[in-house]
């Protein structure tokens, strides 16, 4: 697998943005997350045990994703703004990594309206009314 360096991605509105880790082919991103708490554990073990995280184990010990997680929405707001279909997620630690492809879901892109108008009605005022 052949991973392309990429920079910030601007959405066509040019004030939400995301940076992925990079591109891998024509219709996919690349996102890798380190997690320092698991470090001295098996990745194994801390995904079987720890239902929190962007990813787990079920009780099959099939890989799951977490859509509560707010790496679920880094990566749907990544592939929205790129227009790429998929990511691979890879979650590494010294001992193991993890890869699990997500794909693109389209009923996420009523959050880009939702974040658009948190920026211009929220944010934008608030940072405008500092003192400083």
Known sequence: ????ST?????ECGYIGASPD???AEDALIEVKCPYKYKSVSLEDALRNDKTYIIYKNEEGDTTVNTKHVYWDQIQ???HITNKEKCFLVVWTPAECEIVEIPKYEEWEENMDLLKTFYLEKFIPYITNMKA
């Open 77 to 79: 707001g990544q592939l």
């Open 22 to 24: 990079g591109f891998v």
């Open 1 to 4: 697998m052949e991973v392309y």
């Open 7 to 11: 920079g910030l991605w601007l959405e």
